[in-house]
C-alpha cells in the first residue's frame, strides 16, 4: 500500500552536508574518534584548500577532541565552506584571496596561535614554525610532493615527527593518478567548454599526477604528449604509450599545456616563442608559480591581455597569437566555474590517512626520527583494510 505523500517528511542540505554524508570512511572514523578522543586538549593548525571534502575531514579531527585553527589555501577557499565551518565551532581565519601577502599574514596567524599539530599543505606551516618555534609543537603532516620538496632538506631544523600524506601509496594511486585526472580533464573542459577529442595535450611532469592527467586526457580521445626532466619518467611514458618527443616539439604542437611538477616556472616567458595560436595553458600543480605568469606579462612580448568572465585570461602577443591561460596558473581543478575538486571517494581515503597519521602524531607512534617521512606502511594498512571493509559490505 503506498504512502501518503502527505505523511513522508521532507527536508533539505547544504551540497557540504551531501559530500560529508558520502565520506563513509571519515564518518567511521568519526564515530571512532568520539570514543578514543586522540586530540583532546590539543590544537591542530591547518592551512588546506577549504572546500566541502576539506570540511569533513576538519569534523572528524573535532570529533576527536581538537581545538582546529584553519585556513585555506591561495585562492582556493570556498566561502560556503569557511561559514558552515563557523557555524559549527570551528576556528577559520581569512578568506578567499588571489593575493599571496594576504595570504601569508593568515598563515602568520595559524602559527602564531602555537598549535600543537600542523597539518600542513605546501610547507608554509612549517616553514614559518622554523623562522619562529617554539615550545610545544608535538609534529604533523605534510599533504603535498610540492611541501615535501621544500621540508625535506629542513629535517635538522625542524626534529619533529612530519608524515607526508602524498608518498603514501594510497594517495598516489587513489588521489593523485586517478582522482586528480579525472577532476583536470573535467575542470578543464567546465572552464573551456571546448572539447578534449583530437585535441593534442602536453603534459609537463609524468608523477602519479602527471600520469593521470596524461591517462584521462587520453581517455578522452586526446593525442596526448609527456615532457619531464628525468629520462627515466619520460622512458615510462614512452613504453605507457604516449608522445615523448623533445621538449620544443612538444610545446609547439599542444593545443593544450598542463604543468604538473611540483617545481616552480615550468614554463616562463622564454617559452611563448615556440606556442602556437590558440593554445591553453592549465597548472595541476599545489603551488602558482609553474607558470611563470608575472615573468610572462612583464616579459614585453604581450600587446593585449582580455580578461574573460570564470577566470580565463587571453594573451594577445605582438605577433598576433593568442594564447588562453587557466585560473590564473593555480590549480586548474580547484578554481574557476563551480570548483568540485577530485572526488569525494578519493578525497575520503586520502583524508582518512590524514586523521590516522595526525593521531600516531598526537599519541607518540612516531618520533623526530620520522621527520619528513612517508605513512607508515602500518597505517596505509589500515586504512586500506577499512575501504575495502566498507566497499564489500552488501547492499
Request: charged fraction near 20%; include cysteine; hydrophobic fraction near 40%.
Amino acid at each position: 500500500m503506498n504512502e501518503n505523500p502527505a505523511d513522508i517528511k521532507s527536508s533539505s542540505g547544504t551540497r557540504i552536508d551531501w559530500v560529508d554524508s558520502s565520506c563513509r570512511l571519515l564518518q567511521a572514523t568519526r564515530a571512532e574518534f568520539a570514543d578514543t578522543q586522540p586530540f583532546s586538549n590539543l590544537t591542530i593548525g591547518m592551512s588546506i584548500h577549504l572546500e566541502p571534502k576539506t570540511a569533513a575531514l576538519i569534523l572528524t579531527l573535532h570529533q576527536g577532541g581538537a581545538k582546529i585553527i584553519a585556513t585555506g589555501n591561495l585562492n582556493s577557499t570556498q566561502p560556503e565552506t569557511v561559514a558552515y565551518l563557523k557555524d559549527r565551532g570551528i576556528t577559520v581565519v581569512g578568506h578567499q584571496t588571489k593575493d599571496a601577502n594576504v595570504h601569508s599574514a593568515f598563515l602568520d596567524q595559524i602559527v602564531a596561535s602555537q598549535p600543537d599539530l600542523l597539518l600542513d599543505n605546501g610547507g608554509d606551516l612549517f616553514i614559518r614554525y622554523i623562522d619562529h618555534p617554539y615550545e610545544g609543537l608535538i609534529g604533523g603532516t605534510e599533504e603535498t610532493t610540492s611541501g615535501r620538496m621544500r621540508l625535506a632538506p629542513l629535517r635538522e631544523q625542524i626534529q619533529k615527527p612530519v608524515l607526508v600524506i602524498n608518498d603514501s601509496p594510497i594517495k598516489q594511486f587513489a588521489e593523485n593518478h586517478h582522482a586528480v585526472g579525472q577532476s583536470t580533464v573535467e575542470s578543464i573542459m567546465r572552464f573551456t567548454n571546448r572539447v578534449t577529442n583530437g585535441r593534442r595535450v602536453t603534459v609537463i611532469g609524468y608523477g602519479s599526477t602527471g600520469k593521470g592527467v596524461a591517462a584521462h586526457f587520453r581517455n578522452a580521445f586526446s593525442v596526448v604528449t609527456v615532457v619531464d626532466t628525468n629520462p627515466v619518467a619520460t622512458l615510462q611514458a614512452n613504453l605507457d604509450g604516449f608522445l615523448t618527443p623533445e621538449r620544443t616539439h612538444a610545446l609547439a604542437t599542444a593545443d593544450l599545456i598542463i604543468t604538473a611538477t611540483g617545481a616552480r616556472n615550468v614554463l616562463t616567458a622564454d617559452d611563448l616563442a615556440y606556442l602556437k595560436d590558440e593554445v591553453v595553458l592549465a597548472n595541476v600543480g599545489h603551488f602558482p608559480q609553474e607558470i611563470d605568469v608575472a615573468g610572462i606579462e612583464a616579459s614585453g612580448q604581450i600587446e593585449n591581455i582580455v580578461a574573460y568572465d570564470d577566470e580565463i585570461v587571453t594573451w594577445q602577443l605582438k605577433d598576433e597569437r593568442r594564447v588562453h591561460l587557466l585560473a590564473r596558473g593555480h590549480m586548474v581543478n580547484l578554481a574557476g566555474p563551480r570548483p568540485l575538486g577530485n572526488s569525494i571517494e578519493s578525497m575520503d581515503l586520502g583524508f582518512t590517512l590524514q586523521a590516522r597519521c595526525l593521531e600516531a602524531v598526537a599519541r607518540g607512534d612516531v618520533g623526530p626520527q620520522h621527520c619528513v617521512v612517508p605513512v607508515p606502511p602500518e597505517i596505509d594498512a589500515q586504512v586500506a583494510i577499512s575501504y575495502l571493509e566498507l566497499v564489500r559490505a552488501p547492499n
